[in-house]
C-alpha cells in the first residue's frame, strides 16, 4: 500500500529507540517525530539524523501522555514497543487521539504462536529474558486491540519465518518505506511469509500469519 508523498506527513514514531525508520521518512520530506522515555535513546537518534543531514524532532515523554494536541499526525509506527505495556489499550487510544481523521497507523510486534516465543517466555521465567517482561501477541488479538482503540484494519502482515532477528528487522523496515512508494494502477506484490488484507474485512483465511515470528497491522482513523 501506499499513502503518497510522505512530504506531507507529519510523522510520529513512538519508542524510537535509533530513530532508523524516522531518518528514512525524514530523508523523503516527512516532518518526522521521535518520541522516546529514554534520554539516551534520544540522543543516538538525534546523532544519526545530524550524520544524515535531517531534522528531526525528539520528544522525552511517556507514551500514555503524548505532549501533542488531537489530530496532530498523518503517520503514527512502532515496531518492538507494544508488547512490553500490560494494558496497551491505553498507548493506542492516546495514540488514536493525536492521530488525524483519515491518518494510519501501523503496529508491529512479537507473534504469539511460534518457537520465538517459547524460548523467549523461557527466558523470562529464569530471569535472563533481555528486555524484562515482556508479552506477545495473536493476529486477532492485536487487530482486536487496535478496534478497540477505534481504528479500522487495513492490512496485516507477517515477517520473520525465517528465525534470523536481523532478517525480520530489515522487512519491517521494507514495510514502512513501502508507504512512501508512489500508488500505481497495477497490481502490488507481495513478500514471501505476508498476506495483504486490503481494505476488506480481516477473516481467518491468513494461516501465514500465525507461522511467523511477528506481525503488524496496519489501521486507519
Known amino acids: 500500500m501506499s499513502l503518497g508523498d510522505p512530504g506531507k506527513w507529519d510523522v510520529l514514531e513512538v519508542g524510537a529507540g535509533r530513530g532508523a525508520d524516522s531518518i528514512y521518512l525524514a530523508q523523503h520530506g516527512a516532518r518526522a517525530h521521535v518520541l522516546d522515555y529514554s534520554p539516551e535513546a534520544l540522543g543516538i537518534s538525534g546523532k544519526l539524523a545530524e550524520q544524515a543531514g535531517v531534522n528531526i524532532e525528539l520528544v522525552q515523554a511517556d507514551a500514555l501522555e503524548i505532549p501533542f494536541p488531537d489530530e496532530t499526525f498523518d503517520l503514527i509506527f512502532h515496531q ?3 508488547e512490553h505495556f500490560r494494558e496497551p489499550g491505553f498507548i493506542l487510544a492516546e495514540q488514536y487521539r493525536v492521530l488525524k481523521r483519515g491518518g494510519y497507523i501501523l503496529v508491529d ?5 511460534c518457537l520465538y516465543t517459547v524460548r523467549k517466555q523461557i527466558a523470562i521465567k529464569r530471569g535472563t529474558w533481555f528486555a524484562g517482561w515482556e508479552t506477545q501477541f495473536g493476529p486477532r488479538e492485536l487487530e482486536k486491540l487496535l478496534r478497540q482503540a477505534g481504528f479500522t ?3 496485516s502482515y507477517a515477517w ?5 532477528y536481523g532478517w525480520g528487522v530489515r522487512n519491517a523496515l521494507h ?3 513501502s508507504l512512501v512508494r508512489p ?3 497495477g497490481s502490488e506484490s507481495e513478500g514471501a511469509g505476508e498476506e495483504n488484507i486490503g481494505s476488506g474485512p480481516v477473516s481467518s483465511r491468513r494461516p501465514l500469519l500465525y507461522l511467523a515470528d511477528n506481525i503488524g497491522v496496519i489501521g486507519r482513523k
Open 183 to 185: 500508488s500505481g494502477n
Open 80 to 82: 518492538g514497543f507494544l
Open 175 to 177: 514495510r514502512v518505506k
Open 109 to 113: 510486534v512479537p507473534q504469539k504462536y
Open 160 to 164: 520473520g519465518m525465517t528465525g534470523s
Open 153 to 155: 484494519i487495513v492490512s
